[in-house]
C-alpha cells in the first residue's frame, strides 16, 4: 500500500505516519526527517540545505526528487510506504507520478489532514521539538509557503479523485481512527 499523507506544517503528519507504519507494517518516509538528519550528520546534502530549513523555505525540487527516487528504490519500500512531506509541489507531484509509472506501481491513497491555520501555529510554537524553524517568524514562512506551492499539491490529486480529508481536530487516537476507517 501506498500513501501520501499530506497537510500543513504542524498537522500531525508524523505523527499519524508512525502510528500507520507500526499498524500496517510498512515504513515511513519523511523527507523533512532525512534534511535534519543530514543537517545534524553534516554530510553534503545536509550542508547544502541547512540554511532552506533554518528559513522555512523549501529545498530545490530536483534534490528532493532525487533523494526520494533513490530512498524509495530500497528494498524495505518494496510493499508499500508512507510518504510525509512529500510531494510538497505540482512539481515534485508530477515527477511521483512519472516514478510511479516507471515502476509499474500507483498511488492508494491521499489521506489530507485539515486543521486550522490558529491551531497550527499553537501547535508548533508549543511542541518544544528545539527545531530551528519552529520560531514565530519562521513559521509564518512556512505557512505562507504551504499556502502558495504545496497547497496546490491537493488539486493534483483531486483531479485524480483521489484526496480524502480527514479532520485532524481531536486526540491523537481519534485522528487515528478516521485515518484508518478512510484507508478501508
Ligand atoms: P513541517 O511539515 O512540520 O514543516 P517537515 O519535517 O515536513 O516539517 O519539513 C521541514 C522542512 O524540510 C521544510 O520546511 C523544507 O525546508 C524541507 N522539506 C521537507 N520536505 C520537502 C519537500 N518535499 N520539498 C522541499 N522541501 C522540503
Redesign the pocket.
Known sequence: MNIILF?????G??TQAKLLQDEFNIPHL????I??SAIKNETPLGVK?KS??DN??????ET?VEL?ADELKKEKYKDGYIL??????VA?AEAFDSFLEENNDSLDAFIYLSVPEEELVKR?LSRGEGRS?DTKEKVKT?LE??RNETKPVMDFYADQNKVQEIDGLGSIEEIFGRIKSALK
Open positions: 497537510g500543513p506544517p504542524g498537522a503528519k508524523g519523511s523527507t523533512g526527517n534534511f535534519r540545505v532552506i530549513l522555512g523555505e523549501l529545498v530545490p525540487d528532493v526520494v510525509d512531506g512529500f510531494p510538497r509541489t515534485q508548533i524553524d512556512r509557503v504551504y
